[in-house]
């Protein structure tokens, strides 16, 4: 009896200290991984912080139309967007224009610097805390039609453009500049620190197509020479380096195989 | 036609010309950006001098930006900066291989 005291007592005290140093991260809901709260001017103009969902936008852009062309920073808040550049059609307002389509679909206009009742509605598409059932629904009929996954938001983003499921646009008449193609440079391995763990093929062939150059060189990644960048999982989980987009955007770091994939 | 409206003729030109100029060397930045970070995509082929060429165009057109209203400069500041880095990284690449 003593003994199973004592058991419950540690449970309990251990239970108490991990909530207490908020050490278990909560994992987001698949509809919800990737989703940013931009909250820099918002509040200040009585309007709720914009939730911006990468999902509904990854399934059409590459990421670098997005961080490159139109100059979204990689962090939230970074990039301090005010109604007044969305309306002059800078950020959200490159194609959130009133005219511009997206599947034949009309994208809606972004922000205006007056509104009527019945325009205010269009405001809470993106300045919204609330959930929205539609949103949600619409993620889980394109959940549906894309290859699984475990984790983050359940799909296989990768999969999904390499079998044509996506058909990504990575530039925008009058905002991208007409590239001609690049060479890619080859995959490489890394070596897995941790004995067991399979090497990490890192492909830069996969990663260009999302983000072309700019977006990971220099700013995430300095070193131009493999193995010039030093770095191990804590800083990765930290947020830097791979963890700039993974457990992010991209797929989360805790899917191993992803990454240590190296036949063994 | 009169001399008096010879004169507003030429006056509506010269204002028509004059409105028209700044737009014109907005293009003109615009344009040089655009040839000047089109380029990232081939950076890894350039020469030391191209990528010294390009980092001065860079410097040239953020001395440009940085007069233009907020909106424009939040932009491009940012899109030239994501250029200017990587070309100055492979500058440095490079060299670092010249010297070995």
Partial sequence: MKRLFLVGLILFCGAGVLWGAGTKKKKPLPQDFGSVTISNFSQQAGMAPVVFDHWVHRKNYTCRLCHVDIGFGMTANSTQIRAVDNSKRFFCGVCHNGSSTINKV?????????????????????????????????????????????????INWEKAEETGQLKLIDSLEGVSFKKSSMKVQKDFALKGKVDGMPDIIFSHQKHTVWNGCEVCHPDIFVGIKKGATKYSMIDLFDGRYCGVCHDKVAFPQSDCKRCHSKPV | MSFVTMKGVIAAALLALALAQPVRAEEAWQATFDDTCARSNQAMAMSVQELRDLLDRCDALRKVIETQEESVRKVYLKRLSLCRNLYAYMLEYKQNNQAK
């Fill in chain 1, 106 to 154: 009309k994208i809606f206009d972004s922000c205006a610097t007056s509104y009527t009742r019945e325009e205010y509605k269009r405001c809470v598409k993106c300045h919204a805390l609330e959930k929205d059932p539609a949103k949600e629904e619409a993620f889980y009929r394109l959940q549906e039609k894309m290859p699984r996954e475990t984790f983050g938001n359940g």
